[in-house]
């Protein structure tokens, strides 16, 4: 298969069978984790292929026109550095699975919970493969919606929503600063495509925009990968299952962040500017979170700021800005993710069995359960840098590297002394991880008694501890193409020498590293007037200041809105009346100088009786708003005046469109009247008030006309030829107004059946579970009765209910040659099912209503989405329509469009909407007559 197709697919499958879990759990839980388990593992089996040349230094390109003219395109990019994360990603995701199979509770019938974590998988995966800067941060946000979902996992718990929230707020605002930052980046390089930006570092870094991009850029890195002051979202957000913990902090979520550094590592670093600003960060981080990791009493919460520190130590070897740092920075990143996977699930383990975190009470776990305390150990002493374990290599390198640093020239014994005391402290909160819940005396006050867990909830970390002593014991054999591969990708040029081995002598940082065990272990020792000393601080609560800053942010922009979005219109006219003058007075009336006049019809007596019928209905629907059923009236005749307008200049689809909507508009609008209070609050004005409404009137009124005026009156370049010219050939069809919509202009109609579809959802939620009483009147006054329907409508409706599908079905068959199509076509089905509910009463149209419309809605968004991506198949552009002749028996030659699905796509969204809308106003009424009744 081609490798294009396979990286595309790679993409694919994870986000197009992401709902395959939640669709399995019908059949039991197991078959829900056997899904999402298929779908890793098939992620894996497609990346198969393509690792050979990966790893032989080949970068795989793919691309798909998307929006060129905006730089935005469907290409993908898999190199070293992208093969790296692609293997994390999902195989650790395997092992997730599995885990949190058993982890959590069986009444959870976990197919939310495997499709939130395949909807997550395909966005990180999308961070890792994109080529298109653009498309990246589409992905990089879809990563912080997801994270969010599943951090708030369980909802139910305020802790859960709280963390969510923190993460969403703190990734989102970081996710906005590196929008701007690409946008910067992008408009310095005139593309938005890697290959073009990774080449051009020394302009980047010459350019007068350069500061302003790398913080920009730093700062959603910063905000992802919890770097300081950033850090506080990610202990709080341990509130989700230690399973989600496990993936987002080992692999995914916070490694996005350290992946952007390392992917724009060859545009951005090489300046003093990168130096201080990126190794300040991770040097502050790594020192500050080590040292409260220690202090922690809740085992996750350990492992949290642990996670922390071991970014600010990956940020700090990649700012440090020499080859070799860099390949420690990918090596490191590589050993994280593995040691601390197997630790979160670990901690887990201890959780779920002794039905409590704090290592306080929890201790001597050895005696209980020997295999999970061995296999932590060996984990947690990878996360300390024990020789023979994969994190002790990665450690060596970065002491190494300390070592005559050129920037610490002058004193050169400062950055060698701090990655001591940096590597004591990993070892004191690892000893205190590994003696406080392994040994440390008996457990006190456990809610159950501990025991060792289910054989398979212990093999995905049996499969992570082995890999620890794998990559530690034989680096060369196991890890040393992948790492060259992922490091030459970050370098964007040759490597530098370095050996994988357990042992390069007795030098100076190995000295650093027995210094570093020893420390570590001294500080444990002293761990009594430590916490004394720590637990005699005033510690600020970070929860407990975003959530202040929350609420007060919400008071004010409570508060604004009530004083700006108040209902009124006069404020609202006021306001865009004010703005506009301030606007033109800031940047300077334009000076009027020759006047442009486009050719105009002139009026003629049709033109005058239709403008003179405009002022009328909307004069009077103004003057007559208390009398709601002739304003509706007088409203439709404005509608009817507008289609009449388009009749008048030969535009028949929009005047056919126009009647439809209006029909169902003014319908719809009917129904509602009978939920109108009966009392019409109008206040009383004087005449000071009525002056004031009268100006506020013209100005905003008469502003938009003249607006509207210069606007037609100004010659334009009109592109209707070109679609007139390309209609036929380029679309299929003779209507070019439908084949605007369904191919030239697809994308838009495909937003705007999205908007409907989801307001009708909206409906369906909104008046799902409304009760209200039942009125003895309508808005107008008029009794109101469920059983009395007019005889003569009710039998002039039923048979024109038939009669208007086949018309419906007529307009859509011939939308692509003559006026009509799908939208329309949807509409007139609409508006007849209304007709009969209004003449026969939600009984006899009950039948008719949709039953799951989510399903229906998407169905519809399916087929006209569907259409579009078949023809990424075959290298076209998404949406691009083909057509031809085919020879049918007894019929004859006949002309096929693949845009009629499209449409057909259309029409189900429409059809849909209108009947969610009237079905929910129609078990509305029922609801309020028995409410009613029972009152």
Known sequence: MNSSVLLFALLAVPLVASPLPLLMQRWGRGYAALAAAAVMAACLIVLAPLVAPTLAGHVEL????????????????????????????PGIGLLVVLYAY????????????????????????????????????????????????????????????IGARMALAVTGGGGLALLAGI???????????????????????????????????????????????FHFWLPNAMAAPTPVSAYLHSATMVKAGVFLLARLYPALAGSDLWFWLVSGTGALTLVYAASVALFRHDIKGLLAYSTISQLGLITLLF???????????????????????????????????????DM???????????????????????????????????KEMFFAETVGHPVFAQISWLLPMFATVAGMLAVAYSSRFIHDVFFNGEPIDLPRTPHEPPRWMRAPIKVLVALCLLLGIFPEWSVARILAAAASATLQGPQPAYTLAIWHGFNQPFVMSLLALGGGVLIYALRAPLFAWYERRSHRQPLLIFERFYHALSRLAGQLVARIDNGSLQRYSALLIGFVLLLGAWAGWPVAGEVLVRHTHPADVSALLAFAALALAALGATVLHRQRLLAIVLVSIVGLVVSLTFVRFSAPD?????????????????????????????????????????????????GLGWVSWQMLGTPFETISGYYLEHSVPGGGGANVVNVILVDFRGFDTLGEITVLATVALAAHVLLGGLVLKAP???????????????????????????????????????????????????????????????????AFTQ???????????????????????????????????????????????????????????????????????LSELGRLSLRTLKKGEAD
């Open 62 to 89: 793919a691309r798909l026109a998307w929006l060129p003219a905006y730089g935005l395109d469907l290409s993908l990019r898999l190199d070293g550095l992208g093969l790296l994360f692609c293997l994390l990603i």
């Open 183 to 229: 946008l910067l980046l992008g408009n310095i390089v005139g593309s938005y495509d890697l290959s073009a930006v990774l080449q051009a570092g020394e302009r980047i870094r010459a350019h007068e925009l350069y500061a302003p991009t790398l913080i920009l850029i730093l700062l959603g890195a910063f905000t992802k990968s919890a770097q300081f002051p």
């Open 776 to 842: 003895e009147r309508d808005g107008d006054g008029r009794r109101w009765s469920a059983e009395a329907h007019p005889l003569f409508l009710s039998m002039m409706m039923r048979p024109l209910l038939p009669l208007a599908i086949t018309v419906s079905v007529f307009i859509y068959l011939r939308g692509h040659n003559v006026p009509g199509g799908g939208f329309v076509a949807g509409l007139i089905t609409g508006v007849a099912l209304v007709m009969q509910y209004l003449a026969n009463g939600i």
């Open 847 to 917: 039948p008719l209503m949709p039953r799951h419309p989510p399903r229906l809605l998407a169905l519809g968004l399916f087929l006209a989405a569907g259409i579009g991506l078949a023809s990424l198949f075959y290298g076209r552009p998404f949406l691009t329509s083909a057509h031809g002749h085919v020879p049918l028996p007894w019929i004859g030659d006949v002309e096929l469009a693949s845009a009629m699905v499209f449409d057909l796509g259309v029409y189900v969204v429409v059809v849909t909407v209108v009947l969610t809308v």
């Open 360 to 394: 306080r009470r929890v201790n001597g776990m050895f005696r209980y359960m020997p295999i999970t305390a061995t296999l932590a150990i060996v984990a947690a002493g990878s996360m300390a840098g024990v020789p023979l374990l994969n994190g002790f290599l990665s």
């Open 319 to 357: 700012g440090l800005d020499t080859p070799l740092t860099v390949v420690a920075g990918v090596f490191h990143i590589i050993n994280h993710a593995i040691f601390k996977a197997s630790l979160f699930m670990a901690a887990g383990v201890v959780d779920h069995e002794c039905g409590t975190r």
């Open 102 to 161: 058993y982890y959590l509770p069986v009444t959870d019938a976990l197919g939310r919970f495997y499709s939130l974590l395949l909807l997550f998988m395909s966005a990180m995966l999308g961070v890792v493969l994109s080529e298109n800067l653009i498309l990246l941060l589409i992905f990089w946000e879809i990563t912080s919606l997801s994270s969010f979902l599943l951090v708030a996992y369980g909802h139910q718990h305020h802790a859960a929503r």
């Open 654 to 702: 929009l005047a056919l469109t126009q009647l439809a909507v209006e029909a169902g508009t003014i319908l719809l609008m009917l129904l509602v009247l009978y939920y109108l209070p009966h009392k019409k609050c109008t206040p009383a004005t004087t005449i000071t008030r009525k002056l004031r409404d009268l100006l506020l009137a013209l100005g905003a009124g008469g």
